[in-house]
């Protein structure tokens, strides 16, 4: 049962997909519990939920790296390491949403990006590793 899990901030491992919109339901509650950045083929990227600093994500809508040119969609957003992580520039984070220059929104990069560092998550210029979610359509 999905509810439960929804207030733990908790997900399935797999999701029941022997019910209708499970599947869907799966990714939104996943989605709604960070920061990530959106890849739609033929799509430029686009970040989502800019004030959730808690999860840093890349949420790719293909079933898996060989379905759709992700490269190309994630090239202004910074260095691909491979089909599982995504080194994301920071300027390119500020440019992505109006709240960019905000002192509050800076902040909270800054606090992101601090516990980022301490995890060693951060490169020698200040990129941020994002994990990539495939999520098949």
């Not at 790296?65 to 984070?93: C, N, S």
């Not at 905000?102 to 590793?129: C, H, P, S, Y």
């Amino acid at each position: 049962m999905l509810l439960p899990l929804r207030h733990a901030g908790i997900l399935p491992a797999r999701p029941a997909i022997d019910k209708p919109g499970a599947v869907m339901a799966t990714l939104r509650l996943h989605r709604e519990n960070a920061m990530y950045i959106h890849v739609v083929a033929g799509q430029p990227a686009a970040l989502e939920d800019p004030q959730n600093f808690r999860d840093f994500k890349v949420v790719i809508e293909a079933p898996g790296p060989d379905a759709v040119d992700f490269r190309t969609a994630l090239a202004p957003v910074g260095r691909i390491e491979d089909d599982k992580y995504v080194w994301v520039r920071p300027d390119w984070l500020r440019g992505a949403t109006p709240l960019g220059s905000e002192a509050e929104w800076q902040a909270g990069l800054q606090k992101m990006t601090a516990f980022a560092e301490k995890n060693g998550w951060v490169d020698q210029d200040g990129a941020i590793r994002a994990h990539i979610e495939w999520a098949g359509t």
